[in-house]
């Protein structure tokens, strides 16, 4: 198994363009999420999924869409490119009933805006 | 105030030293508590899982939680090397999408 897998790794993007983090999972988890993770800031949720079809906001939404059409897939839109917007982007995924509340991250997607 | 607090560090220590790390929190509904390693341009792994209070230990690691205190705490015995990364405390509520609030992180290094 793959597990989390993001795509890109590196971006580097100019301000005011778009641009789409792609996450997918091969475990078959319910829950999928995005975090970004700012120097010393930890991380903050942006927008989490309980399944395909149904999405909410996180902690930090704004800047930011995604959709669920799918239970493998959970890509991050990014709409007009602010500079705030340069960081680390995780997505992450666990089942509705795991125990011991796993969630397993990808490795990282490191985008910067120009 | 911030829902977690984690002192940022970076914390060095000489190998074989008993580390502590420690977070805080505000919330009285948090119920699950969870340590994370996280090493340079990787994802957070989960290291140690606590539900309520109490101890837990597995290894050289363990974690601690004092729900009255709002505190908890994971110690690391005989440190290696090896154990030179960022660890994240993350605590969750009982609801069902188990949205974690993580701590800022406190970069550790053991010198060899």
């Known amino acids: ?114 | 105030q911030k829902e977690v607090e984690q002192d940022p560090g970076p914390l060095s220590v000489p190998e074989g030293a008993i580390v502590s790390l420690n977070c805080t929190y505000s919330n009285s509904a948090f119920q699950y508590f969870m340590w994370y390693r996280q090493y340079s341009r990787k994802g957070p792994e989960l290291l140690m899982y606590t539900y309520s209070s109490g101890n837990k230990e597995d290894g050289r690691f363990t974690a601690q939680v004092d729900k009255s205190s709002k505190y908890i705490s994971l110690f690391i015995r005989d440190s290696q090397p090896s154990d030179s990364a960022t660890y994240l405390c993350a605590m969750g509520g009982i609801q069902g999408a188990q949205k974690l609030v993580f701590g800022q992180g406190t970069r550790l290094t053991i010198n060899p």
């Not at chain 1, 897998?5 to 996450?23: A, D, E, H, V, W």
Request: net charge neutral; proline share 4%.
């Open chain 1, 1 to 114: 198994n793959a597990g989390v897998t993001q795509t890109p790794k590196f971006r580097i993007l100019k301000i005011g363009q778009s641009m789409t983090l792609q996450c997918a999972q091969d475990m078959n988890h319910n829950y999928m999420y995005w975090y970004r993770q700012d120097p010393g800031m930890g991380l903050k949720l942006i927008y989490y999924s309980v399944g395909a079809g149904i999405t909410d906001k996180g902690e930090v939404p704004n800047g930011y869409n995604v959709s669920r059409s799918t239970t493998e897939d959970f890509p991050l839109r990014l709409e007009l490119a602010a500079p705030s917007q340069t960081s680390v982007y995780f997505c992450a995924s666990r089942a509705r009933d795991q125990i011991g509340n796993t969630i397993y991250f990808g490795e990282g997607s490191w985008l910067t805006v120009v």
